[in-house]
């Protein structure tokens, strides 16, 4: 058993039930409650305590009762050396800790012992700790929108610090943001137009897409490799640069403010990634089949809708679900092209919100949460399919 | 017979393809092109509207004579800087009405008045007034007679179809002083930005390609931010990061790690001392630079992890046979595999970074030294209301962007010729 390896493995793994606190802590902090000391030097150093005497028992005695029993040590000195902490503080310390010891049930003098052991042990931990991380990071901001449109400009002035959630206030009083956001502000004909404006940015994108795309996987015409790659380069050009010609042209022949202006920018806009994606799946389908189809007598329509279409439906549904995502989270063309409120898309109205007068920031957020969950309940549900599309269409975005 | 065949098929695909060329010709191909044209003008968003011949209608009865009525025509030309020729008028009335002094310029006939009124100037006003008798001395109908609307029309000289030209706005871009802080701008944030997304892409698909309780649920979770809408992030990040009652600030104040309030968004420069020496760091610029990393980060790592998991086993297990650690098994198996995807993505991503304009225009408005190349073709376009000028920089993105894409086809050639 070499030295190094001991001290590796008692660093980190108190290191990482270290941070497994902090993040705990920080939570509670934002449920409001008064925390102000991480503990460092004394949660280090018991950290590593009990790391040691989890590596002199080893093996000896029941896993689970080991695990149990020093978590408990645990959380009962970190019950001490913090004052006035609701109960419920301590059992989340007492559940974390259950965990890293679960963690690190197996190391034993043994498992130290063996090659590369303090390597693995520390990748081990980094992909635990990045996890946890990862995902604090990554939520944080949503479950920041979703609180701050359930409270209060008072309370949130009173302590910035304090997420909890104030159940007991009723329902009514709980959505108060909601109800104002969408009779006083007009949120509901914005998600109107928002759910148009993307539907039909999909169904005519599918329209112009499924033929030209069919066309560039199967037809023989003169052109056809040059097409196909000019496909991807008119893909690549962002819209900052068409932003200025189309504002001049659409303000001249009176397209701006207008719904059908934005279905058309958003159509051609979507229509190289959606003709890219479908002509790749579009090869796949075996040529037989098609074959088959013209001897029955089928011209070109019959085969593509009733050969091509059903066969492809997984293909069109990524590219549909694509296209709506993208429609939906548009923001420049919509700045550019609407400034009357009653043309508004969702993005706009909540940029609108914050560019205009003081709004409240609950408000603000009650926006934002409108605009978001729409989307990501679409996302958890047909995650394939938008993963896929994702996959094709990301070197956009 | 063949060849008959052929000449079907060639014209069924031209006919398959026409509307989406048209259509993408139109809207994107286009406003590239004309961006070059207008780039050569001298255009202002005030010159946008097109000037229109404008016609008010006021009715007034006559005292003590219900058969007749005056009309009044408010005649102006909506424009301030220029002129519109050849205007003409048409206007509707009811029947049995007849003018009882007609303008010289106007005829009456079959209920239709139609006037020519010849050029108008700039800011061009006149005051028309006609009064009209009742043929069959019954009372006038005022409603009838402003239910009817006056059409206009004149032709006025289109600023963007004139063939006078500039180079002003091209030296006033480049003579700028700013320029090349906006080009150092637009080039720090577009790495940074690639680099980060690249790095932690990489971390988050070996950490995803392990096995591990609710991996699936991770997976989704990392792509959160990607997929939501930009507007709702941006203003949610602008709210945490707020000095005085942004949640981070207020977070970091209370465990003592600072001391004072951060402006993280709204800061140009903050110096920083490690090991002795100041080091003056891009404050607003940085915070952007993480938020874009935060947002597209998801794409790299799940372009990464498609590629990680088609890494076949067996090279693992012979490295485990062979006694190599972790480190190694990183650098010599999983890196050389994922090295085309990376080179792939960063210059995708490195286009892309290169022309954001919503993360920077919601969070800073281009603010505290956060001025990229778009954001400038906003603020010359928009908020200074040069258009000539926001072309001008649009042209300089699509020059840069054209040196981009050569690169990245080359790239791609390359690894098609490799596979």
Do not use: H
């Given at each position: 058993m070499k030295i190094k390896n001991i001290f590796t493995y008692c660093l980190i793994s108190s290191l990482f039930l270290f941070s497994l606190i902090c993040i705990w802590k920080i939570l509670v902090t934002l449920q409001g409650i008064e925390l102000t000391n991480f503990n460092f030097n004394k949660l280090f150093t018991f950290g590593i305590i009990l790391c040691v005497i989890n590596l002199l028992i080893g093996k000896k005695?029941?896993?689970?009762?080991?695990?149990?029993?020093?978590?408990l040590l645990f959380s009962i000195f970190d019950y001490f050396i913090s004052i006035n902490l609701p109960i419920w503080y301590s059992f989340g310390i007492f559940l974390i800790s259950l965990f890293f010891f679960n963690n690190i049930k197996n190391y034993d003098k043994n498992f130290l012992s063996k090659n590369h052991s303090s390597q693995k042990l520390s990748f081990n931990f980094l992909t635990l700790f990045g996890i946890t991380l990862f995902s604090f990071v990554i939520l944080f901001p949503f479950y920041m929108m979703l609180v701050t449109s359930f409270k209060t400009q008072a309370l949130l002035l009173l302590n910035p610090l304090d997420f909890s959630i104030n159940f007991a206030q009723g329902l009514p009083e709980l959505f108060k943001s909601y109800f104002i956001v969408f009779k006083d502000y007009n949120f509901g004909r914005y998600m109107l137009t928002s759910t148009i404006v993307s539907l039909g940015t999909v169904i005519i994108t599918l329209i112009f897409a499924i033929p030209a795309a069919y066309a560039v996987a199967r037809l023989n015409f003169f052109g056809k490799n040059f097409l196909s790659t000019s496909i991807l380069i008119i893909y690549l050009f962002p819209a900052i640069v068409l932003v200025i010609p189309l504002y001049t042209i659409f303000s001249q022949l009176g397209l701006r403010n207008s719904i059908e202006g934005l279905l058309i920018v958003y159509t051609a806009t979507t229509l190289p990634v959606a003709i890219y994606m479908l002509q790749g799946y579009f090869k796949s389908i075996p040529k037989e089949l098609e074959e088959a189809g013209i001897i029955d007598g089928q011209n070109w329509l019959g085969i593509i809708f009733k050969i091509i279409l059903p066969l492809s439906l997984p293909a069109i549904s990524s590219v549909a679900l694509y296209v709506f995502m993208i429609a939906w989270n548009e923001f420049l063309?919509?700045?550019?092209?609407?400034?009357?409120?009653?043309?508004?898309?969702?993005?706009?109205?909540?940029?609108?919100?914050?560019?205009?007068?003081?709004?409240?920031?609950?408000?603000?957020?009650?926006?934002?949460?409108?605009?978001?969950?729409?989307?990501?309940i679409i996302f958890v549900y047909f995650e394939k399919y938008l993963v896929s599309g994702l996959t094709a269409g990301s070197v956009k975005g | 017979?063949?060849?008959?065949?052929?000449?079907?098929?060639?014209?069924?695909?031209?006919?398959?393809?026409?509307?989406?060329?048209?259509?993408?010709?139109?809207?994107?191909?286009?406003?590239?092109?004309?961006?070059?044209?207008?780039?050569?003008?001298?255009?202002?968003?005030?010159?946008?509207?097109?000037?229109?011949?404008?016609?008010?209608?006021?009715?007034?009865?006559?005292?003590?004579?219900?058969?007749?009525?005056?009309?009044?025509?408010?005649?102006?030309?909506?424009?301030?800087?220029?002129?519109?020729?050849?205007?003409?008028?048409?206007?509707?009335?009811?029947?049995?009405?007849?003018?009882?002094?007609?303008?010289?310029?106007?005829?009456?006939?079959?209920?239709?008045?139609?006037?020519?009124?010849?050029?108008?100037?700039?800011?061009?006003?006149?005051?028309?007034?006609?009064?009209?008798?009742?043929?069959?001395?019954?009372?006038?109908?005022?409603?009838?007679?402003?239910?009817?609307?006056?059409?206009?029309?004149?032709?006025?000289?289109?600023?963007?179809?004139?063939?006078?030209?500039?180079?002003?706005?091209?030296?006033?871009?480049?003579?700028?002083?700013?320029?090349?802080?906006?080009?150092?701008t637009t080039f720090y944030y577009t790495f940074f930005g690639t680099i980060g997304a690249i790095v932690f892409g990489i971390l988050a698909a070996q950490m995803v390609n392990q096995k591990f309780f609710g991996r699936t649920f991770m997976r989704s979770v990392l792509l959160f931010p990607y997929v939501a809408p930009v507007v709702a992030l941006a203003y949610t990040w602008e709210l945490l990061l707020d000095p005085t009652s942004g949640t981070l600030n207020n977070l970091l104040i209370n465990y003592q790690i600072i001391e004072g309030p951060i402006n993280l968004l709204g800061q140009k420069y903050v110096t920083l001392n490690i090991l002795g020496f100041d080091f003056k760091?891009?404050?607003?610029?940085?915070?952007?630079?993480?938020?874009?990393?935060?947002?597209?980060?998801?794409?790299?790592?799940?372009?990464?992890?498609?590629?990680?998991?088609?890494?076949?086993?067996?090279?693992?297990?012979?490295?485990?046979?062979?006694?190599?650690?972790?480190?190694?098994?990183?650098?010599?198996?999983?890196?050389?595999?994922?090295?085309?995807?990376?080179?792939?993505?960063f210059m995708i991503r490195f286009i892309w970074n290169f022309n954001k304009f919503e993360d920077i225009f919601l969070l800073t408005g281009g603010a505290s030294g956060t001025r990229t190349l778009p954001i400038n073709v906003y603020q010359q376009g928009f908020s200074i209301g040069d258009i000539g000028m926001g072309s001008a920089v649009s042209i300089v993105i699509v020059a840069f962007l054209l040196i981009f894409m050569f690169i990245y086809f080359k790239l791609l050639g390359k690894r098609a010729d490799e596979n």
């Open positions: 005695f029941n896993l689970n009762i080991k695990i149990t029993t020093l978590a063309f919509s700045l550019m092209f609407l400034d009357r409120p009653n043309t508004f898309t969702l993005s706009r109205a909540i940029q609108f919100l914050n560019v205009g007068a003081e709004t409240p920031r609950q408000y603000l957020m009650a926006g934002s949460v409108v605009v978001t969950l729409p989307i990501l | 017979m063949s060849s008959k065949l052929a000449k079907i098929e060639k014209r069924t695909a031209y006919l398959l393809i026409l509307p989406s060329v048209f259509l993408v010709f139109s809207i994107i191909l286009f406003p590239i092109f004309s961006n070059i044209w207008i780039s050569f003008k001298n255009v202002e968003l005030k010159d946008l509207r097109i000037p229109e011949p404008r016609a008010k209608k006021l009715v007034k009865s006559i005292n003590d004579n219900p058969t007749q009525i005056k009309i009044i025509y408010k005649l102006r030309n909506s424009s301030l800087t220029q002129e519109i020729t050849n205007v003409k008028f048409k206007d509707k009335y009811p029947d049995n009405l007849e003018p009882t002094n007609l303008d010289n310029r106007c005829q009456f006939k079959s209920n239709l008045l139609m006037c020519k009124l010849g050029n108008w100037p700039k800011k061009y006003r006149e005051n028309l007034e006609i009064v009209f008798q009742n043929t069959n001395n019954q009372e006038i109908s005022k409603k009838e007679i402003k239910s009817y609307k006056p059409k206009l029309s004149g032709k006025s000289q289109n600023i963007l179809l004139t063939y006078e030209f500039t180079l002003n706005n091209f030296k006033k871009v480049i003579k700028d002083k700013a320029f090349i802080d906006l080009l150092s760091l891009r404050l607003a610029l940085t915070t952007v630079i993480i938020f874009e990393i935060w947002r597209y980060f998801p794409l790299a790592f799940l372009f990464i992890l498609a590629r990680l998991q088609a890494v076949p086993k067996e090279l693992y297990e012979a490295a485990d046979v062979d006694g190599a650690n972790p480190i190694q098994k990183f650098l010599n198996i999983t890196l050389p595999q994922i090295l085309a995807v990376i080179s792939i993505l």
